[in-house]
């Protein structure tokens, strides 16, 4: 897929979502909004209910009901404590606010309309909010001559609404992060994947590459054997099927290394594992970059320190480990390569660093290097063949053998891989292959 197709599917998307959360949020403040008016008007009828049953448990017939939204008054009464009793309004309130399921979180309170004095309630501590509220009803039905109003004041108002919609926020709340953890989550495959198939193209492009040239010089050489004056001169016979032997090795390697990987992969390599002597292998690895190094004008150094160097390995995946390691150092050191090889025994192990005075790697590729593929992104300069699977084999066999992989690396100053591995492996129930 193409990267403007990408961010254009991202911009989309994340305009979706952001419309879907906006959406969303809408609704739960809609939700909100109804439940406050629902409230309001459910208290005012219970306000007014509670008044209707005051003037209806005087029983006086100086009283009469007029209508479900006015209550008047026709004879002067005496006093308001005459009128209304302050257990029975208590009662009357309890009552119609449990049906509204509201039990306790209501203060309440009568007070005079005019100099604001409060007369009954439990008004204590909330004097100034009673007189703000917006729950009053007039009492003046009842006591004409002193106009009293009856005030309610709901100090949780606002948490009792939302936890009367709290289930439909928190479902919204849980669907929203669901949405942005997918949405997340597939925009970091898509580059996932669109990173994964430029390794595949880069691997394909590096394997046709790598294969072209012993292919095409095995042609060449081949060709000159088939013509006949070559066939006369035996010194020529032999030089061209030197050319065409080797190059048939360093083909067969390169074939080796990719089906190595992917036996690995499938994850049902054998491992035959000996005792090894780590500093032989070494020294052997060594003679073979000998002449490389020396033709490149470098120097490889050896510092064997470890006093401990049998290793219960395998001979085949070990040496193609450190063979590995060697050639990078190599492969990524311009000029003359200046690589030092050397062991010591750490936490009843040994330790073996290959360290080179090269290019380094930056600390965000560091991060990457052992992954599949993986190169240290060059730009469309690619000077320095290979496929990307050498460090990845490495980690993959050395795991395998209980031990570890450790880079320390400054870009432009050189790397320095370390590999250790337990020595008392033969005691360790890792060994599941020992016997094949
Ligand atoms: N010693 C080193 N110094 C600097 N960069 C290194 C070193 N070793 C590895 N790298 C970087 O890590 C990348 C991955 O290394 P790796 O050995 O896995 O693959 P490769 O060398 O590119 O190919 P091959 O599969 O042939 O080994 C390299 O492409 C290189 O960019
Ligand atoms: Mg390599």
Request: hydrophobic residues 40%; positive net charge.
């Amino acid at each position: 897929m193409k990267r403007r197709t990408i961010i254009g599917i991202i911009i989309v998307a994340a305009i979706s979502l952001v419309g879907v959360i906006i959406t969303q949020l809408f609704w739960v403040d809609n939700a909100f909004k109804l439940k406050e008016e629902q409230f309001s008007s459910s208290t005012r009828i219970a306000l007014k209910s509670v008044v209707n049953q005051l003037m209806d448990s005087k029983n006086d017939p100086s009283f009469s009901y007029i209508n479900e939204d006015r209550v008047i008054c026709f004879h002067e009464p005496r006093t308001m404590f005459d009128i209304v009793d302050g257990s029975v309004l208590d009662s009357l309130i309890q009552k119609e606010f449990s049906c509204l399921k509201i039990n306790k979180d209501y203060v309440y309170g009568v007070f005079h309309s005019e100099h604001k004095r409060f007369v009954m309630g439990p008004f204590k501590g909330y004097e100034t909010e009673l007189k703000k509220t917006p729950f009053i009803v007039s009492l003046s039905c009842l006591c004409k001559s002193d106009p009293y109003l009856l005030g309610v004041y709901f100090p949780f108002q606002r948490s009792m609404i939302i936890h009367q919609i709290i289930i439909w926020l928190f479902l919204s709340i849980l669907f929203i992060l669901f949405l942005i953890t997918a949405f997340v989550f597939s925009i970091w495959s898509l580059f996932r994947q669109k990173k994964l198939s430029q390794m595949k193209s880069d691997f394909v492009n590096n394997m046709t590459h790598e294969f072209k040239t012993p292919i095409s010089t095995i042609s060449l050489a081949s060709e000159m054997l088939l013509k006949s004056a070559v066939n006369e001169s035996s010194e020529k016979t032999k030089r061209y099927a030197h050319i065409i032997f080797d190059e048939n090795i360093r083909l067969k390697n390169q074939v080796e290394q990719v089906l190595n990987i992917a036996v690995l992969d499938k994850g049902d390599f054998k491992f035959k594992r000996k005792e090894l002597d780590v500093h032989r292998i070494l020294t052997e690895a060594l003679e073979s970059f000998q002449l490389i190094i020396k033709e490149r004008a470098g120097k490889i150094s050896r510092h064997f320190d470890a006093s401990e160097y049998i290793l219960f390995a395998d001979k085949l995946h070990l040496t193609n480990s450190i063979n590995n390691l060697i050639d990078n150092a190599n492969k990524y050191s311009p000029g003359s390569p200046e690589i030092t090889v050397s062991t010591k025994n750490v936490n009843g192990g040994i330790l073996i660093s290959i360290e080179d005075e090269g290019i380094g790697i930056s600390v965000d590729n560091q991060k990457h290097i052992f992954k599949k593929l993986f190169r240290v992104p060059t730009g469309n300069i690619h000077n320095v063949k290979g496929f990307g699977l050498g460090l990845y084999y490495v980690k993959t066999v050395v795991e395998a053998h209980d031990g570890t992989i450790n880079l320390k690396s400054e870009l432009n100053k050189g790397s320095r891989f370390e590999i250790y591995f337990p020595l008392n492996l033969k005691d360790s129930k890792t060994l599941k292959n020992e016997k094949e």
